[in-house]
């Protein structure tokens, strides 16, 4: 350990800024991976919280197969049933309540006495009374909820106050009778309000039927009940549920995690960089240590430690930074799995064993791979006093042409990989890795290449300073060149993800451009993602027709019935009306045909997402079951659709009439006409309507920017990740410049001798760091493009089923490059700033 | 090691060139003072120095290892700035300059030739000599010219476009001389510029500085070890620990 001290422990202290830089570096690359860790997790735990929430202790799950109610009559079936233990019915809906906020909350109904094996709550209330007599304060009160007691607490209400909420056709008073608080603490979004089950049924103007019955009940009990009910029901275990959910936000989870692992990517470079920059400096006391009797291996040794003392106290570091971090990324995805999936409130996760052995490991394992080419570099010295200049410049200079080829040769693997016909997701992420590697392999031949072309063209021209900008980054390769790829790496991610997040935002506003025609839209609140039960009341409807200004209503329908054991979305519209309004983007088919066959016979027209699922396209038939036994349909068409990532097969509302004999209705949107105003249509049906109903009536622009502004809250984690990589970057670029800067203090004391001023001299820094930007903003464009390209036509589709139409921003590509350059110009200012401060004296006396 | 002349000759000036002391010095030095700090105490590297360089003199300073040599020649071009007392070029005091203004008369009023060359080894030999003219803001093809007639005089014609790393000793210090009058300084400062040359280039060396003074009439400060460095300047001095011993009109 005295060699370690001797060669490793002054040389840490000496360069503060360089040791820093390093350490900063490893501990962000560790700290976004930690983050992301912490945040899928977080995710994870919110949205099986807010599963279980509503699961209790249920072992399955009964649910009606059209998405509806089931019938009251089941119950009893249910509870007849041999090896059934417990069954609950649940009315799951939505209202208003004026005193949280205005917004939608989840009320459940349930039967009290049925219900308790389920859920143990305990109750609070203003007399001290139990959980009995709080069920039998539900059961005789029918206006009385429970409120869960974060919620309670958050709106300042208790025991005894009274709730005014609006619920479908009429306003209702509501009393809180007591508060609860779960068994086990959850996310509040997860815990709903409670009432009896009667109760609910008649605020919801029901007379009769439940969304679901809670069971508890062994797997083959379940499983021959579910066979005597037919299939008008489908029994489902809870577990199945959650792991759904888990499942549907597993593609996101992966993606982000490759987006971590490309920030640890540069973490390694700056360990790296930092050896590099020791090696060379440490050049002539090795060379005496070497001839003192040192062996090679002691010498590696020495650095590897060097390298793992980096990484453990970085991975430490990195630990902290990560869970503060999480904080915000956690948000980010919270947000992002609330818009595509179902609304979480994540709460902060918490720092668990297994990420923190796996973040120590990470950086640990990254630590010693980037320390393998410095200790290597160290152990080859020879035992002299050695005076003369590494030679990892020259050599890595001669071996870049062999890295190309690599890299061309990494980069034909993506290619193929690309093209491999395969649903997984693997080949995506491995030909993205191909592509940053591939492209950083090309780098330094194209650095070099750039550096020959600048140099003539600055001998000519520009004059020695800026060639001598240029020629430093030749002459420190082994330092410049894994800058420049570092950079052009976390370039390549901004820009790459950028564009897949523009292509997507474009494609979205065709979409909308194409599908969102209609001037007003209405529908109840409630009407959410896999609910089909909020239904418009007629005479709604028919206040929408009798508006002045309104032309023509066009009403969409939802059903979900189930295809090869997957539940899938039936629409109804009236065709008639759309026709020669709403133009649907086809995949496969034309349109005019597709129309033609809607209206005239028994076709369908299926999303991307089910013709990819179940691999019917045009032509192809589909049998579906109705309300009158099976029926068999033809596609007439394929379209795109962005509202979910579960199949639709959409049909003309006189077919689906014919095959259901359904008339409920879930949506309405007005078509005004000509010149009349949708703002104010919108207003008028409002304070028409807007008193008696529970309703959304929103204008076509209002709509489409609530969509937009849905998508720009699913990718803020991007940015999130983006703006650390950015950041990653800049510590890296900074840093390499640094350790080059403090490398050559003899020579740029020796300019700053011969009359060079510091305008001058920092002119010179920036030349050479933006000549690194460019390189690394060309390559990175070149790789950006190609791996936008990976997501946009293999991750995102195998992700989500969605087509996305691939497009190049001039905008993102502009930033990136403004980004490069100004994150070049920011890393000279420090190292610029050190050197104006040096005295030029002691500068000239450095070796 | 440095022997001493005989004391007349260090002391005074060579009797063939009459030296104006009514106008004003080329550089003074007065009480000049530099001390750095050293285990946790100032040590003084020059205590008390006061000095007067005529124009047009060729000077040499000599003294053993750590007697302040260097430090002495970076006050003069303000390289280094003295912890107390005054230097004055051409009367002005270097103390009241700017950074800026520093780096300027660096570029035009001196011209440095160091002992290890410090020539930028990314360059050639053609772009290094051209570079203080290039910082002065002369044009790329102007400064090419003039380091071309410079490399031509010093005898290095054909060599322009060579690496640095291409040249020997000797040749490079030429070079590093063709740069140190790349801007037609009237003072030039060479800082043991024999020191790294075989005996043989080192006369070249000094042949070449003594025409800087003698047929250019430029004022030459030179930092030596060397007894037959000694005999090309006008005047000697010597240092010891810091302070001036002899010579130091
Ligand atoms: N920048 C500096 N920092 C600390 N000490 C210095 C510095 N420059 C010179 N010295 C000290 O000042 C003394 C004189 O140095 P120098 O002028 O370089 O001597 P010479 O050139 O005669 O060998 C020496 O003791 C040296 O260690
Ligand atoms: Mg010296």
Redesign the interface.
């Known amino acids: 350990m005295l060699l370690f001290r001797l060669v490793n422990a002054k040389q840490l202290f000496r360069r503060p800024a360089q040791t820093g830089l390093c350490l900063l570096g490893i501990a962000l690359g560790v700290g976004v991976v930690v983050s992301v860790d912490m945040a899928n997790r977080g995710a994870v735990a919110a949205l099986r919280s807010a599963v279980d929430a509503v699961a209790g202790r249920a072992t399955h799950q009964m649910t009606a197969a059209d998405g509806g109610l089931i019938a009251d009559e089941t119950l009893a079936h249910v509870l007849a049933h041999p090896g059934v233990q417990a069954a609950a019915p649940v009315v799951d809906e939505f209202l208003v309540v004026e005193a949280l906020g205005n917004r939608p909350v989840q009320v459940l109904g349930v039967d009290p006495f049925l219900e308790r094996p389920f859920r143990s709550l305990t109750f609070s209330t203003r007399s001290a009374e139990t959980g009995r007599q709080v069920f039998t304060d539900l059961l005789t009160r029918p206006d009385g909820v429970v409120l869960p007691e974060s919620l309670a607490a958050r709106h300042d209400l208790v025991p005894e106050n009274s709730l005014n909420a609006i619920v479908g056709a009429r306003r209702a008073s509501l009393r809180v009778i007591a508060l609860y608080t779960p068994d086990a603490p959850r996310s509040d979004d997860g815990q709903p309000l409670i009432m009896d089950i009667a109760a609910a049924q008649e605020l919801f103007g029901r007379s009769s039927g439940f969304h679901r019955i809670d069971l508890i009940a062994p797997d083959d009990a379940a499983a021959s009940l579910a066979a005597v009910l037919g299939s008008t029901v489908i029994v489902e275990r809870s577990d199945r549920r959650t792991n759904r959910v888990e499942d549907m936000i597993r593609s996101f989870r992966l993606n982000l995690t490759a987006l971590s692992l490309l920030a640890l990517l540069v973490g390694a470079f700056l360990i790296y960089n930092t050896l590099t920059f020791s090696v060379v400096q440490r050049r002539r006391q090795i060379g005496i240590l070497r001839s003192l009797g040192v062996t090679r291996a002691q010498v590696a040794w020495l650095f590897v430690l060097e390298a793992a003392a980096f990484g453990v106290a970085g991975s430490i570091l990195g630990l902290g930074l990560g869970a503060v971090l999480s904080h915000y990324t956690l948000a980010a995805v919270g947000g992002t799995v609330s818009s595509l999936f179902a609304p979480v409130t994540a709460e902060d996760a918490a720092l668990t064993w297994p990420t923190v052995t796996k973040a120590l490991s990470l950086g640990l394992a990254t630590s010693l791979v980037a320390a393998a080419v410095p200790a290597w570099e160290a152990a080859r010295i020879e035992p002299r006093i050695a005076l003369g200049r590494t030679v990892i410049d020259e050599r890595l200079m001669r071996w870049s042409p062999g890295f190309a080829l690599a890299g061309i040769v990494l980069l034909g693997g993506a290619a193929v990989l690309v093209g491999l016909p395969v649903p997984s997701l693997w080949p995506g992420f491995l030909s993205a890795f191909a592509i940053a590697v591939g492209f950083a392999l090309l780098t330094p031949t194209l650095a070099l290449w750039l550096v020959g072309v600048l140099s003539v063209l600055f001998?000519?021209?520009?004059?020695?300073?800026a060639?001598?900008g240029v020629?430093?980054i030749?002459?420190s390769f082994s330092r410049t060149a894994p800058a420049i790829a570092a950079l052009m790496v976390s370039l390549a991610m901004v820009m790459g993800v950028g564009l897949m997040v523009r292509s997507f935002r474009l494609s979205l506003v065709d979409w909308i451009g194409a599908t969102i025609r209609a001037d007003v839209y209405v529908s109840p609140v409630g009407n959410v993602a896999g609910r089909n039960d909020a239904i418009l009341p007629p005479e709604v409807i028919e206040a929408v027709r009798r508006l002045p200004e309104v032309e023509a209503v066009d009403t969409l329908r939802r059903r979900s019935i189930v295809i090869g054991g997957q539940r899938v979305n039936v629409l109804s519209a009236n065709f008639a009306v759309l026709s020669n309004r709403a133009r649907y983007l086809f995949t496969a088919g034309s349109r005019d045909e597709a129309i033609r066959r809607l209206l005239s016979s028994d076709a369908v027209i299926v999303s991307e997402t089910f013709s990819r699922r179940s691999g019917l396209t045009l032509g192809d038939t589909l049998t579906l079951d109705t309300a009158a036994g099976p029926a068999t349909f033809e596609i007439a068409g394929v379209y795109r659709d962005y509202t979910t990532d579960g199949g639709v097969v959409m049909m003309d509302r006189s077919a689906y009439e014919r095959w259901w004999q359904d008339t409920d209705l879930n949506n309405a949107a007005a078509y005004l006409r000509a010149g009349a105003d949708a703002e104010a249509a919108a207003a008028a049906l409002r304070s028409a309507l807007g008193s008696r109903y529970q309703l959304i009536i929103r204008s076509n622009a209002a709509l489409r920017a609530e969509i937009l502004r849905v998508f720009d809250r699913t990718f803020r984690v991007t940015s999130v990740l983006q703006f650390l990589t950015m950041f990653i970057a800049v510590v890296g670029i900074l840093a390499a410049l640094l350790a080059l800067l403090l490398e050559r203090t003899?020579?740029l004391a020796?300019?700053?001798?011969?009359?060079?001023?510091?305008?001058?001299l920092r002119g010179m820094l920036f030349v050479e760091s933006a000549t690194m930007g460019i390189v690394a903003a060309a390559v990175g464009t070149a790789a950006g493009i190609a791996l936008a390209y990976v997501l946009v036509t293999v991750i995102n589709v195998r992700s989500f089923g969605w087509t996305i139409d691939f497009r190049l921003s001039a905008a993102v590509i502009a930033g990136a490059w403004i980004l490069a350059l100004s994150s070049a110009m920011v890393a000279t200012l420090y190292p610029a700033w050190r050197l104006?401060r040096m005295?030029?004296?002691a500068a000239?006396r450095e070796d | 090691m440095f022997a001493p002349g005989p004391p007349e000759r260090v002391a005074g000036f060579r009797g063939d060139r009459e030296l104006k002391r009514d106008y004003v010095a080329a550089i003074e030095y007065l009480d000049v003072h530099r001390a750095f700090p050293e285990a946790g105490r100032q040590h003084e590297a020059l205590s008390g120095v006061t000095l007067r360089v005529e124009r047009g003199e060729f000077l040499a300073i000599a003294g053993k290892s750590g007697s302040g040599k260097t430090?002495l020649l970076?006050l003069a071009?303000g390289?280094?700035v003295p912890t107390a007392g005054e230097v004055l070029v051409d009367g002005r005091n270097l103390a009241e300059m700017s950074?800026?203004q520093r780096?300027?008369?660096?570029?035009?009023h001196?011209g440095?030739v160091?002992q290890f060359f410090?020539l930028?080894?990314?360059?050639s030999v053609e772009?290094n000599v051209?570079?203080?003219a290039?910082?002065?803001g002369c044009t790329?093809r102007e400064?090419r010219e003039r380091a071309r007639r410079l490399l031509s005089d010093l005898g290095l014609s054909g060599r322009e476009r060579d690496p640095i790393d291409r040249l020997s000793g000797g040749e490079q210090q030429r070079v590093a001389i063709a740069?140190a009058l790349i801007?037609n300084p009237p003072v030039i400062l060479a800082d043991e510029p024999t020191g790294n040359l075989d005996s043989e280039s080192g006369t070249v060396v000094l042949q070449c500085l003594a025409r800087l003074s003698r047929e250019q009439g430029r004022t030459v400060l030179m930092v030596t070890h060397s007894s037959d460095a000694l005999e090309f300047a006008d005047r000697v001095i010597h240092l010891r620990d810091g302070r001036l011993i002899a010579g130091g009109g």
């Open positions: 001998a000519g021209v520009a004059g020695v300073v060639l001598l020629r430093n030749s002459a003899r020579e020796t300019l700053r001798s011969l009359g060079m001023t510091m305008t001058q104006g005295s030029l004296a000239m | 430090t970076n071009c390289v280094d950074d800026r780096s300027l008369l660096r570029r035009t001196f440095i160091f410090n930028m080894s990314t360059l772009e051209s570079l203080p290039q910082l002065a790329v400064s740069r801007n």
